[in-house]
């Protein structure tokens, strides 16, 4: 079966320091993979999505980026994090052909 | 690009009481997805509709696609705790990738 790893759980960050979050998934094959952020009881912000490997697409100007490194790979990163980068982190994925996203559990960000 | 208006942003019911969300669109949607995220949690997938008109059910869930493909409705008989949460519906914007499009959410929350 299918499954979806994101880390760290939660991370507390000052402004100005790099951010580094990872999600893998396990148990299939080039997967299009996506990070969406959350802000506190708002709804999901697509950032990025990948459809391979070394291909991404961002969705809104930003202080991030993605990388795809491997196929079932994708890093969110920053150089500088800014106050406004606090959110929930999601990552998902999905199968080519199919519209239904499976969710990681999250990456929760607090920068101070 | 397509844009879902998501209604009402919250409800709070006492248990026993039905709930109803609805997500609207000015263009035509492609198929509609509809995901629950308990508090704290991730977005979990509930059901795909993608023909005119068409109706599901799970257990005390109702899902509904309008006859236009421009609105849909979840409907839950007779709230429970556990139906707490943000019930989002999401659009497939179409393309290769299955790229969605979610509303804002309907933060559900049910009184014991």
């Not at chain 1, 950032?47 to 993605?66: C, H, M, T």
């Not at chain 2, 609207?24 to 995901?35: A, D, G, M, R, V």
Request: hydrophobic share 30%; with cysteine.
């Amino acid at each position: 079966s299918q499954t979806i790893h994101q880390w760290p759980a939660t991370l507390v960050q000052p402004v100005g320091s790099p951010l580094s979050l990872e999600c893998t998934v396990e148990g299939t094959s080039n997967p299009n993979l996506y990070w969406y952020r959350q802000a506190a009881g708002r709804g999901l912000q697509l950032l990025f999505y990948s459809v391979g490997i070394g291909q991404i697409s961002s969705e809104v100007p930003q202080n991030l980026s993605a990388s795809r490194p491997q196929d079932r790979q994708f890093i969110l990163s920053s150089k500088k994090l800014l106050l406004s980068d606090s959110g929930f982190y999601l990552c998902a994925w999905n199968s080519q052909g199919r519209a239904t996203q499976y969710f990681g559990p999250g990456t929760r960000l607090l920068v101070l | 690009g397509q844009q879902v208006m998501q209604i009402p942003q919250y409800q709070h019911v006492q248990e026993g009481e039905d709930f109803t969300t609805y997500c609207n669109s000015s263009t035509t949607l492609s198929n509609i997805q509809w995901y629950k995220q308990r508090p704290g949690g991730h977005p979990v997938f509930l059901i795909q509709l993608v023909k005119s008109g068409e109706v599901k059910k799970q257990k005390r869930l109702t899902f509904q696609f309008g006859e236009a493909k421009k609105n849909s409705s979840l409907h839950i008989t007779a709230t429970q705790t556990t139906d707490v949460g943000t019930y989002f519906c999401a659009d497939n914007s179409g393309g290769s990738n299955y790229k969605l499009t979610f509303g804002k959410g309907t933060l559900l929350t049910v009184n014991p």
